[in-house]
């Protein structure tokens, strides 16, 4: 009896200590979420700690959790919608990512080492990744005005009817706002004024800018 007693503590003992490495692998664990500045989630967002891959990313809440054997010191979000976000880690169990609306995010593809761990990004594909409309409207488009309150005009045209706005033509439609066009999927923009404007009658008289994105 003593010895199966003994064989008993000797094979409890072993699990114990191989629960307690369980528990013992993961010495940080993070959670959070990441949205937008309007608070829409930011899904399927990749996240590197300390630029290493983590092979997380964001559900369709925007949140993730973080199992990780060491603390970081840095976390980065890559969105192909928001571009890149870089957080300060300073230990905190959750944490909140906020990609700000209206800040440019540009990248070079090339050089940034979380671009080249990221698998799913091809090394000849566009290397400036832009977080709204307004931001690619400002750093690729001439002969437009961005404001800080992105209010868009056309350069060298007077207001009409008390208003500034140009008329936009999204893949062949009119549209009022322009906010949720993704600005990594547009294919070309094309600014006209004048003579060219006016083939759209009053509507044009502040402008047309013409969006086409890939289908």
């Keep these: 009896m003593l010895r199966y ?14 629960g307690l490495g369980a528990q013992n692998k993961f010495k940080t664990i993070i959670k959070g979420n990441v949205m937008d500045s309007i608070g829409r989630p930011v899904i399927n967002a990749s996240i590197f700690a300390d630029d290493i891959t983590t092979k997380i990313k964001t559900d369709s809440k925007g949140e993730f959790k ?3 054997k060491s ?11 928001y571009g890149l976000k870089e957080v300060s880690y300073k230990g905190e169990k959750e944490i909140q990512v906020i990609y700000v609306r209206d800040s440019l995010n540009i990248k070079l593809a090339l050089n940034s080492p979380i ?31 961005v404001r800080g309150d992105n209010k868009v005009i056309v350069r060298g045209i007077g207001t009409f009817n008390s208003s500034t706005d140009p008329l936009f033509i999204v893949n062949g439609a009119p549209v009022i706002n322009i906010i949720d066009i993704n600005p990594n999927q547009i294919e070309s923009v094309t600014v006209l004024k004048d003579s060219k404007a006016a083939d759209y009658g009053f509507r044009g008289a502040n402008g047309v800018i013409i969006i086409t994105l890939i289908k």
């Design 5 to 18: 007693f003994k064989i008993y503590n000797s094979v409890f003992f072993v699990f114990v200590i191989l």
């Design 66 to 68: 973080l199992k990780l």
């Design 71 to 81: 603390k970081p010191t840095k976390l980065t979000f890559l969105s192909s919608s």
């Design 115 to 145: 671009k080249k761990r990221a698998r799913r990004y091809k090394k000849d594909e566009v290397s400036i990744v832009f977080n709204t409309i307004y931001d690619y409207l400002r750093a690729r488009v001439s002969g437009v005005q």
